[in-house]
């Protein structure tokens, strides 16, 4: 049988969706919004607020040549009729409308309306294009709920989702807050096909679609060290879009690795719209956050914007007894924009000071034998240390209705320092090998991108293409690793060893080992880009993209001579294509492809070998709901000819050579609001992975669940009050004793969580209660020495307050 075989069943169940779905919507408009049509569209610049008028009001919008990307929108909500609402929407913008058909409405300048003979009644007279592609720089920020309007990554310009030949995963504003989100690994969980590992430092290690993937991007632009760094507080984070398949084509194929997707951070920018905000949490082990948030006008001409993001939180202990939680966040940015200008440019600094994450050991190699989950397994004051700087700059300028120019560029120095006690060769009595480890790296990254993007076609054929040149560089500072009695550990026994010194203190100089030279190794990596989108009609969108990466990495021994020198050119194809079968529906199929040069060096400072993959998809996506959910079915296959393989848990983070992998699954995720104050969010995996060797794949569960959904009363003494909840479920997975001999059985798990809450027009709170249930519960892969566990209710307060 082909090994294509099986998407053919999966094409069936879209189409199947695809001639059911549009009557969900129609008939929840029927029965809940006889009389116009309920628009939720908060002010946000106009470019976008139209995208979402478009979606809300089921029409086609159209510019005549004027750009509308400076401009800002006003709030628009209620049920209002279609021109009542785009009134509003435009009021005080300079812009005008005309419907050419019922579907068809044109938007441009007053000026231009005053020179028109009757456009009404002689739509002829119009020249009019489809709204252009609308590049990210003030996008996002304005999500309604749980859906978003607009996606941003996958083709480095904003578009309808529908639009996209691509399954993007979108985690709102909305949502973040309805769950009491506090991390970016928390986050992710809402995604189909994503899961995250808990590392011994604290930082996440993430795996999309059954491939480890690095940090991803931020703001659209590659943020990586080494493939492990530290994310920003929710309070920075406006949304978090992941971008599944191959990624290779937007430049981050430094990131270990990209075969499944990126993670990509959109993090708040400055905007005219005042916001002082001042948000808190506390929890039950003496955990506080404080949050600012502040933005607004500079002038009175509001082409001049701020944004100043600040947040602290400290914590007494953890549930082990683990010490020294601090995390540090400052984050200034300002912004000036014209009618046809926008220019950002902002620096953070984070500073996050972590205890080693409550953790057991199996004893004989099977989660049944974990130690006791109250006895401590490292020195209270143990951690990782880890300090963020970043700066970065982002420009957009249009020339014409034509071309636009547009520049983004960051620099990111990070430095990790962590210190922990590892414990192998475990036996059944307590007795362990007990080695002390200190890891340190300082690293420096930074990316520019410069892409020119040219929109033109006549009245049936549209283009939007860009041309981009990249260039990044990595640089690979001290990295150093220290073991006690040069690695071999002493021996103990973990319940009457007594008290672990501080695992920096049981060393000596002589433990040191050092991974990187002094000659301070660096990676260089270009890249031309070029990508064409196309529509075809009301019904038919192209996209075909290109990019040559050309890579090089050189490293040097501490005497000056050359020990590393590698390079590579090699041109990386996507293809897709979206068939929409109403305003509302859309049937889309892809093929990407993936190659990463890997970036670090295999356990013996070897370069590991470049990976080359490609990956077929084919999906729907249905606007519902009055276009205010959205439901995503997907179903791909990835092929990759070898991977590397995450090695340990613990620093030092080094990869070998896995076998290579052949990944199918089907996804469904589903987001947005069914009732006025209802919100839904849930997403199914299948996923089958499969090692080229036979070897059973670690960390990759065959079936996860996720469920969220949240109610506010909406009339009544109980208005403003609502209750959420939700469950996350996951099957069995596998991980691996460190020496390579067994595997370990991770049982399958569910955690529920729910919440209660009241929301005012300027100040909320929230008491919600995660693992509902105690549940005993892991991580889907780890091996005998760090068992990362949660085994009982958390309760957390949050809110916030405008003032």
């Known amino acids: 049988m082909s090994r294509f075989a099986w998407l053919p069943a999966y094409g069936c169940l879209t189409l199947v969706f695809a001639v059911c779905g549009p009557g969900l919507g129609s008939a929840h408009a029927t029965t809940e919004q006889p009389v116009g049509t309920r628009f939720a569209i908060p002010a946000q610049p106009l470019s976008t607020a139209l995208i979402a008028f478009g979606k809300q009001a089921n029409v086609q919008v159209l510019t005549a040549g004027q750009t509308v990307d400076a401009l800002r929108s006003h709030t628009v909500t209620g049920t209002l009729a279609t021109e009542a609402a785009l009134r509003q929407l435009l009021e005080g913008t300079g812009m005008t409308y005309t419907f050419v058909d019922a579907r ?86 809402n995604i189909a096909g994503v899961e995250y590992v808990d590392g011994s430092s604290g930082l996440p290690i993430f795996n999309v679609r059954g491939f480890t993937t690095g940090n991803g991007m931020t703001d659209g632009m590659p943020n990586n060290i080494l493939g492990i760094g530290d994310f920003p507080p929710m309070i920075g984070v406006e949304r978090i879009e992941v971008l599944k398949g191959p990624e ?142 970043r700066l970065y700059y982002m420009l957009e300028h249009r020339f014409n209705h034509i071309f636009s120019f547009r520049s983004r560029a960051q620099y990111v120095r990070e430095s990790i320092n962590s210190q922990y006690w590892l414990m192998d060769g475990n036996e059944p009595s307590g007795n362990t090998t007990a080695t002390g480890v200190v890891y340190r790296t300082s690293d420096a990254y930074y990316v520019l991108q410069n892409d020119v ?34 690695g071999n550990g002493m021996s103990y026994n973990i319940f009457n060893g007594g008290p672990l010194a501080p695992a920096a203190t049981a060393l000596s100089p002589s433990d040191y080992a050092l991974g990187y030279s002094s000659g301070e190794p660096w990676i260089t990596e270009t890249g031309l880009f070029l990508q064409d989108q196309i529509s075809l009609g009301t019904h038919w969108n192209l996209l075909m993209a290109w990019r040559r990466t050309g890579y090089e990495m ?96 613990q620093p030092p983070y080094y990869y070998v050579p896995g076998p290579g992998q052949s990944n199918k699954g089907l996804e469904v995720e589903f987001n947005g609001q069914i009732a006025p104050g209802w919100d839904f969010s849930t997403a199914f995996t299948n996923a089958l992975v499969h090692n080229n060797d036979g070897s059973l794949p670690q960390g990759t569960p065959q079936r996860t669940f996720n469920l969220w959904t949240s109610y506010m009363f909406q009339n009544g003494w109980m208005r403003g009050f609502g209750v959420a909840g939700g469950v996350l479920a996951r099957s069995r997975s596998y991980g691996q004793l460190s020496d390579g001999d067994a595997y370990i059985t991770i049982p399958g798990q569910a955690s529920v969580s729910a919440n209660v809450f009241y929301r005012a027009a300027h100040w909320s709170v929230t008491f ?17 020495t760090f068992v990362p566990f949660r085994d009982h209710r958390t309760y957390l307060l949050s809110g916030n307050y405008d003032f």
Do not use: C
């Open 554 to 649: 050189q490293a040097y021994d501490a005497d000056g001579n050359q020990v590393l020198n590698q390079h590579r050119v090699q041109w990386i194809p996507n293809y897709g294509i979206v068939y929409k079968l109403t305003p509302d529906v859309s049937i889309y199929a892809n093929t990407s492809n993936g190659f990463q040069p890997d970036t670090g060096l295999g356990k013996n400072n070897h370069p590991l070998p470049p990976a080359l993959s490609r990956q077929i998809e084919l999906g729907t996506k249905f606007d519902l709901f009055d276009n205010h959910a959205r439901l995503t079915i997907a179903a791909y296959r990835i092929m990759l000819n070898s991977s590397a393989d995450l090695f340990s848990l």
């Open 248 to 389: 290779a084509i937007l430049g981050d194929t430094s990131a270990y690795n990209n075969f499944g997707g990126l993670i990509d951070v959109v993090l708040k920018k400055p905007q005219p719209e005042p916001i002082h905000q001042i948000s808190f949490s506390i929890g039950e082990h003496g955990e506080k956050q404080l949050g600012l948030d502040l933005a607004g006008a500079l002038n009175n001409s509001q082409s001049l914007s701020y944004r100043l993001v600040a947040n602290g939180d400290i914590s007494d202990h953890t549930q082990q007894g683990m010490h020294g939680h601090r995390n540090r966040y400052l984050a200034p940015s300002i912004g000036w924009s014209t009618p046809n200008t926008t220019f950002i440019a902002g620096m953070s600094w984070m500073m996050n000071h972590s205890p080693v994450p409550d953790h057991t050991i199996l004893l004989d190699g099977t989660v049944s034998s974990s130690s006791p989950f109250g006895l401590l397994l490292d020195n209270p004051n143990d951690h990782t240390s880890i300090e963020t700087r």
């Open 768 to 784: 919600g209660v995660k693992n509902l249930l105690g549940r005993t519960l892991y991580g889907p892969q780890f091996d005998e």
């Open 104 to 189: 068809t409405v044109v938007v441009k300048p007053v000026a231009a309306t005053a020179s028109a003979s009757k456009p009404a009644s002689n739509p002829s007279a119009i020249t009019a294009t489809l709204l252009p592609p609308i590049q990210a720089i003030g996008l996002v920020g304005k999500d309604e709920g749980f859906m978003a309007d607009v996606s941003s990554g996958p083709t480095r310009t904003v578009s309808d989702p529908l639009d996209v030949p691509q399954s993007v995963g979108i985690v709102t504003q909305g949502l973040l807050q309805s769950q009491q989100v506090q991390t970016i690994a928390e986050a992710i969980q």
């Open 453 to 486: 993007t040219a929109s033109f076609g006549n009245s049936w054929m549209q283009h939007a293409v860009v041309l981009g040149f990249d260039y990044s560089r990595i640089l690979l500072g001290s990295e150093y690793y220290a073991g006690s009695n040069s």
